[in-house]
Nanobody
């Protein structure tokens, strides 16, 4: 059974940076697409960034140029590097995994396409 654990959240000032980690256990992530999602208070959960098992990356418009998703196969971990954070980035961030097979460029764009979820990590951007 694949388990995901997020870490790296915290409180930063506007303009600051954080790197979120999504560490997997139980299965290798090499056959999974990974998505980072976030949910702010009173808002619906939204997809932020995705990486396919082949390494193809996708970003929602509001984070393009500021967030970078990446994989470390040796550590079975996916990262979300976030720079130039602003108050609108405040949310609980979740990583999720969808089985797609190895070497696939496909990433589900909706959260219903992901079978495995972490518990979330809080990111707060405030002065």
């Amino acid at each position: 059974q694949l388990q995901l654990v997020e870490s790296g959240g915290g409180t930063v000032q506007p303009g600051g940076s954080l790197r979120l980690s999504c560490a997997a256990s139980g299965r290798t992530l090499s056959s999974y697409a990974i998505g980072w999602f976030r949910q702010a208070p009173g808002k619906e959960r939204e997809g932020v960034s995705y990486i396919s098992s082949a390494g193809t990356t996708t970003y929602t418009n509001s984070v393009k140029g500021r967030f970078t998703i990446s994989r470390d196969s040796a550590k079975n971990t996916v990262y979300l590097q976030m720079i130039r954070l602003n108050t609108e980035d405040t949310a609980v961030y979740y990583c999720a995994a969808a089985y797609t097979g190895y070497g696939s460029s496909y990433t589900p764009s909706r959260d219903s396409g992901y079978e495995h979820w972490g518990q979330g990590t809080q990111v707060t951007v405030a002065s």
